[in-house]
């Protein structure tokens, strides 16, 4: 079992339009939590962190289950710039002290006009 | 501020021939510093981590091999680059905690 897993889409949904990506982690112990953005042929690059309380920045919802082990994004008024490729991302308690993250595959989202 | 730099940001390279890709980190003392590689349509792997100077941590085998010459300064190598090395290679920093990274721009490696 991958120890973040995402759906890997892709994401095809209309300008305007409210998206949801999920992920599941496998370590229960798993400490911190990030959404990033990765536009093609670039870097990742941190969208948000994930709290147990849930957070918002914008048009973003990050949400966190920790007795599901699962995390959420949510896009509200979809916009063609949100076309990229998502990435769940855990920091294991393990391996917290050298702050070692391990990333999904990503989800792809495409926002179509 | 703390900047990234990372670089060449392209590379074609021979089967058997050497690498050496270089990473510098300004604005920031004794930073994690992380090689990550991408393949083609898939995650990133990470490859080596380092907490200081002259430690490097492996997290997978493979012809490659990491140096930490000086605190922010991260060279990933390789003496006979293999066809399966060929990737997205991204260096990260973070200050150690349970905080995120930031990744520098990236190497798109091509062995042929």
């Known amino acids: 079992r991958k120890e973040v897993e995402q759906d890997p889409g892709p994401f095809n949904v209309p300008e305007g339009a409210t998206v949801a990506f999920n992920c599941t982690y496998s370590?229960?112990?798993?400490?911190?939590f990030f959404w990033y953005r990765q536009d093609c042929r670039k870097e990742p690059k941190l969208l948000m962190s994930?709290?147990?309380s849930g957070n918002e920045d914008g048009r973003f919802t990050a949400q966190l289950n920790r007795a599901s082990q699962y995390i959420s994004l949510l896009i509200r008024d979809s916009k063609l710039s949100d076309s990229a490729t998502y990435l769940c991302?855990?920091?294991?308690?393990?391996?917290?002290?050298?702050?070692?993250?391990?990333f999904g595959q990503g989800t792809t989202l495409q926002v179509k006009p | 501020s703390q900047t990234i730099h990372q670089w060449p940001a392209t590379l074609v390279q021979p089967v058997g021939s050497p690498l050496s890709l270089e990473c510098t980190v300004e604005g920031t003392s004794n930073p994690n510093l992380y090689w990550y590689r991408q393949a083609a349509g898939r995650g990133l792997q990470l490859l080596f981590y380092?907490?200081?100077?002259?430690?490097i941590s492996s997290e997978v085998p493979q012809n490659l091999s990491a140096s930490r010459p000086q605190d922010r300064q991260f060279i990933l190598s390789s003496k006979k680059l293999l066809l399966s090395d060929s990737g997205f290679y991204l260096c990260?920093?973070?200050?150690?905690?349970?905080?995120?990274?930031?990744f520098g721009s990236g190497t798109r490696l091509t062995v042929v």
């Open positions: 370590n229960s112990a798993s400490q911190s």
């Open positions: 991302v855990v920091n294991n308690e393990r391996s917290s002290n050298t702050g070692k993250l391990i």
């Open positions: 994930v709290y147990s």
């Open positions: 990260a920093w973070s200050a150690g905690t349970a905080g995120g990274y930031t």
């Open positions: 380092s907490d200081g100077i002259g430690q």
